[in-house]
Every structure is written in C-alpha cells, then in structure tokens.
C-alpha cells in the first residue's frame, strides 16, 4: 500500500524548472502540514519546505525565494515549484507530513547539471 507518490522530476539545466507532485490518500493528507524533502546521495534526508494546513509555508534557507510549496486541499496534493535550478539541488524529492510521517514513498529524482 504506496500511500505517497512522488512524480514530476527530471534532468533539467541549471536555472531551468521543474514541478514536482504528490498525490496522497485523504486520510493522510486532511488536517496535517506536509513537506517536501529531498536526500542527496551520501547525505542525511533534510526539510525542503512545509505548508500547514490553510497555507501557512516555511521553507529551508537554500530554497528560499527559488522554491514555492503549495496544497490542494480538494485533490489531497502538494506541489513544489523549483525555479532558478542549481547543481546542488539534485537530490531524490520526497513528500510526507510534517509531522508524524508515515512510511516514505518511491520519490522523484531531480538532477540539474549541464
């Protein structure tokens, strides 16, 4: 049971886009903030950005002004638009809730290089 699925990554130049989803289950998604994360090959899973439920966001400082995090609350998805990629964003991306994650879905792998 897959309850967390990733899509939406790819190969892409640096300072390209990408838009990432989630779709989740209504049960996971209604009433909780989620986030997008995103773990790099040798590093430790690190927060991307959050979005509470009505919209409220954070986002970590190395994406700040680049990324945008957003919800639906009708189709139980979240979506990362990635703008201004950089090399140093490549990285399998994930989403969970913010709190209390439940078992982490395949990801979606973004690569940005020239």
């Known amino acids: 049971q897959v309850q967390l699925v990733e899509s939406g990554g790819g190969s892409v130049q640096p300072g390209g886009s990408l838009r990432l989803s989630c779709a989740a289950s209504?049960?996971?998604?209604?009433?909780?903030?989620m986030g997008w994360y995103r773990q790099a090959p040798g590093k430790q899973r690190e927060l991307v950005a959050t979005?509470?439920?009505?919209?409220?966001?954070n986002y970590a400082d190395s994406v700040k002004g680049r990324f945008t995090i957003s919800r639906d609350n009708n189709k139980n998805t979240v979506t990362l638009q990635m703008n201004s990629l950089k090399p140093e964003d490549t990285a399998v991306y994930y989403c969970?809730?913010?709190?209390?994650?439940?078992?982490w879905g395949p990801g979606t792998q973004v690569t940005v290089s020239s």
């Open positions: 969970n809730r913010a709190t209390r994650w439940i078992t």
């Open positions: 209504g049960s996971i998604f209604r009433g909780n903030a």
């Open positions: 979005i509470a439920t009505f919209g409220t966001t």
